[in-house]
C-alpha cells in the first residue's frame, strides 16, 4: 500500500523495532557484532559496514525521495567526496554556477589534485549545459535551488541533456527536500542531501545523505562508503530520524514565513532584489512549480547600499547570524565571507554573490517577529549622510 509523504515520514523506513515492540528505532551504540563462526554473522560485522540505525536512517530518507537505496555520511560534504570519488582522472563533471562554497572548495583544492576538473555553467539555461558537455564530461552536478542566489534548474530537461549524451545527473536537493520535490522522479540518477539542515531540522546534528535507484551504482558508492569509512554514527542516526519524523509540519511553516518575508522585502524599499522562487516576478518562479510542491525558505536579499549590512547583521536581535541553514530557528550569513569565501572574489562577483548579498534561512518563529526584526535592522544600519 503507498501512503503519503506525512505518514511515509513518520512510518516509512524501518518503522518501530520488531523485537521488542518499541515505537522507536533502537540506538544501536556499537562498533562491532559478535559472529557465531568463521564466515558467520547475523548480517552485521561491524559498524562502519553497516549499523541498524544508519541503515534505518537510509531507508527512510530513500523511502522519501522514491529511491531505492539510500547511504548515510557524516556530513554532506563526506556525501559529495564519495560521489566525486567515483571519478577518475581526466574526468569532468559541469557544474551550477552558484553552488555551496564547500562544494566548490572540494572540486577545487581536493578532487583537482587527482586531476578531476569541472566546468562552471549557468545550469537554468539547457543551451548552455548541452554546450558545455563532451567527450571528458562524466556528470552534471546542480543545485536547485541553488546556494545562495536560488537559481532554479529544470531538472528533468538538465536529465534528458545529461543522458542523451550518456552522462549522469547529480542533484543536491537540500534546500527543499523531498517534502518539497524529489529530483530521482525528474530523472536524477543520484540526489545528496545535507541532512544537517531541513531532515534534521534542529541545528544538533550534521550529516549527509546519497539516495539513487541504479543498483550497480549504489554497489560502488556502498563500496566507496565503507572504504573511506565517512559514515553517520549510531545517534546521528537516531537524531535525523527524529528530526524527519516532523518534516512536514515545520516545512509548511518555514515555506509560509518565507513567502510573507519575501514579499515584505520586495514592497520594504530597503533592498535592490530578492531571491526567491516563490516571487512570481522570479525567473525561476515557473519551472519550481512546475517541478516542486513549494519553494523551501531560504531568501537572499541584496540590501540598498543606503545601509551597512555589517551593522545590520549587529542589529539583529531574534534571528542568529550563522553558517548552515534549515533549522527551527531563523539564521541569517554573509555568503561572500561565509559559506562562499572558498569561491574566488572575481567569480562571485560575476554570478552576483555581492558584499551586500544576504542570506536567511527562515525559521519557524512568529512570522510577525522576524519581520520586525528585519525591519529595525535594517533601519538601524543606515549609513551617515
Known amino acids: ?139 552534471v552536478y546542480v543545485e536547485s535551488p541553488a546556494n545562495p542566489l536560488l537559481t532554479v534548474t529544470d531538472i528533468r530537461e538538465v536529465a534528458d541533456i545529461a543522458h542523451r549524451n550518456g552522462k549522469i545527473l547529480i542533484v543536491d536537493n537540500t534546500f527543499l527536500t523531498p517534502y518539497l520535490q524529489r529530483p530521482l522522479t525528474l530523472g536524477a540518477d543520484i540526489v545528496i542531501h545535507s541532512g544537517t539542515k531541513y531532515l534534521g531540522g534542529h541545528s544538533d546534528v550534521i550529516s549527509g545523505f546519497v539516495v539513487l535507484n541504479d543498483k550497480e551504482l549504489s554497489e560502488r558508492l556502498y563500496y566507496l562508503q565503507n572504504a573511506i569509512g565517512g559514515v553517520l554514527a549510531p545517534w546521528d542516526s537516531y537524531l535525523v530520524i527524529r528530526g524527519i519524523k516532523t518534516l512536514g509540519v515545520r516545512m509548511d511553516r518555514h515555506v509560509e514565513n518565507a513567502g510573507r518575508i519575501a514579499e515584505w522585502l520586495v514592497q520594504s524599499g530597503y533592498v535592490d532584489r530578492v531571491y526567491y522562487p516563490g516571487l512570481t516576478s522570479d525567473p525561476g518562479y515557473e519551472v519550481q512549480k512546475k517541478q516542486a510542491d513549494g519553494a523551501g525558505a531560504m531568501i537572499s536579499f541584496v540590501l540598498k547600499k543606503a545601509y551597512d549590512h555589517r551593522k545590520f547583521f549587529e542589529r539583529l536581535k531574534i534571528i542568529t547570524l550563522a553558517e548552515s541553514l534549515g533549522g527551527v530557528e531563523s539564521l541569517v550569513c554573509h555568503p561572500a565571507s561565509m559559506t562562499h569565501a572558498a569561491i574566488p572574489a572575481e567569480v562571485r562577483k560575476k554570478v552576483g554573490i555581492v558584499d551586500e548579498l544576504i542570506r536567511l534561512s527562515v525559521g519557524i518563529e512568529d512570522v510577525e517577529d522576524l519581520i520586525d526584526d528585519l525591519k529595525q535592522a535594517i533601519e538601524s544600519s543606515a549609513k551617515e549622510e
Not at 559478535?34 to 523511502?63: C, F, H, I, M
Open 1 to 139: 500500500m503507498g501512503i503519503k509523504i506525512n505518514s511515509l515520514l513518520i512510518h516509512g523506513g524501518i518503522d518501530g523495532d520488531t523485537a521488542t515492540g518499541a515505537v522507536n528505532v533502537p540506538v544501536y551504540q556499537t562498533s562491532t557484532y559478535k559472529q557465531d563462526g568463521l564466515g558467520q554473522n547475523r548480517g552485521w560485522e561491524y559498524s562502519r559496514t553497516g549499523n541498524p540505525t544508519r541503515a534505518a536512517a537510509e531507508k527512510l530518507v530513500a523511502d522519501l525521495e522514491r529511491g531505492t537505496y539510500g547511504l548515510a555520511f557524516a556530513s554532506g560534504l563526506a556525501a559529495i567526496s564519495t560521489v566525486l570519488s567515483l571519478f577518475k582522472e581526466g574526468d569532468k563533471l559541469v557544474v551550477s554556477d552558484n553552488i555551496y562554497g564547500g562544494t566548490f572548495r572540494i572540486l577545487d583544492n581536493v578532487f583537482d589534485h587527482f586531476g578531476i576538473t569541472y566546468t562552471i555553467v549557468d545550469t537554468s539555461d539547457p543551451a548552455k549545459v548541452e554546450a558545455a558537455i563532451d567527450d571528458d564530461v562524466k556528470a
